[in-house]
């Protein structure tokens, strides 16, 4: 960190100590990662449902064919081909072996038990590094949690309060994730983010007057949400210029 003075706690999801490029313990692994990055050079976002099921199989091998059809809109509006092959070639050359051993503050990881995206013992391997982390198993196959696992929304913010009193956002589109994660949270959550759709107030006000959550309420014009993704994360694409918002189930904020 930049300023470790500012940091007293970290949260890490599905992480590693060595990226997949790394991997030279396992059998042709570094192999399997350059077909899969030349792959994603030449299938990148187009509507071929072979291609598709490489990239959701591989994040999500629970998802349905809903989660299988938004693949190729997501890709389209979160990076180009090119900039996708950098970005995932970048991530997969990491080494933070020896920075983990150089963390002073406690640490909380959580990994999804059979994750065919970070192995789970990619993050036995990141927590054994770090002198003062707790390393908790959940019970998923999905690097990128689905709509119908809310108790795993509900399961992390209950660990995640269990080390840190600062104030949690809650973020989902699954309004049963999102009703989980109210249920269990200590004290007063606040729900991130609400936008002006009228079927999503129908939905989420209810929830918010239920559990005396406070709200963060957008007030950017959106030009698509889309709630096909079936993670637990919501994302819009605004018209000027084309971008991608995929906020994490759950935010420490500032006081």
């Not at 599905?14 to 350059?34: F, H, I, M, S, Y």
């Not at 072996?97 to 406690?106: D, L, Q, V, W, Y």
């Not at 709509?147 to 989902?172: C, F, G, K, N, Y």
């Not at 759709?197 to 959550?213: C, D, F, H, Q, S």
Request: contains cysteine.
């Amino acid at each position: 960190a930049r300023h470790p003075e500012r940091v007293n706690r970290l949260i890490l999801y599905g992480t590693n100590a060595l990226g997949r490029l790394r991997w030279n313990d396992r059998p042709n692994e570094v192999e399997k990662a350059q077909v899969l990055l030349d792959l994603m050079r030449v299938s990148w976002g187009q509507e071929n449902q072979a291609f598709q099921q490489v990239w959701a199989s591989y994040f999500q091998p629970g998802g349905r064919h809903e989660n299988l059809r938004s693949w190729s809109d997501q890709q389209c509006a979160s990076a180009s081909a090119e900039a996708a092959v950098r970005l995932m070639r970048n991530g997969w050359n990491v080494d933070v072996t020896e920075a983990a051993r150089k963390i002073k503050c406690p640490v909380l990881i959580l990994h999804s038990e059979r994750d065919a995206v970070v192995p789970i013992d990619q993050g036995r391997l990141l927590a054994s590094l770090i002198p003062d982390c707790r390393f908790v198993q959940l019970d998923s196959e999905n690097h990128m949690p689905l709509a119908d696992e809310p108790a795993m929304l509900a399961h992390a913010i209950q660990l995640v309060q269990s080390i840190t009193d600062v104030p949690l956002s809650i973020d989902s589109s699954i309004i049963a994730a999102l009703e989980a994660g109210l249920a269990v949270y200590q004290g007063k959550p606040l729900v991130n983010s609400v936008t002006g759709e009228e079927e999503v107030l129908e939905r989420v006000l209810p929830l918010i007057k239920k559990y005396g959550a406070a709200v963060v309420a957008g007030g950017l014009v959106w030009a698509a949400v889309n709630w096909r993704h079936g993670g637990m994360v919501i994302g819009a694409r605004r018209e000027s210029p084309p971008c991608w918002w995929c906020s994490p189930a759950f935010i420490p904020t500032s006081r």
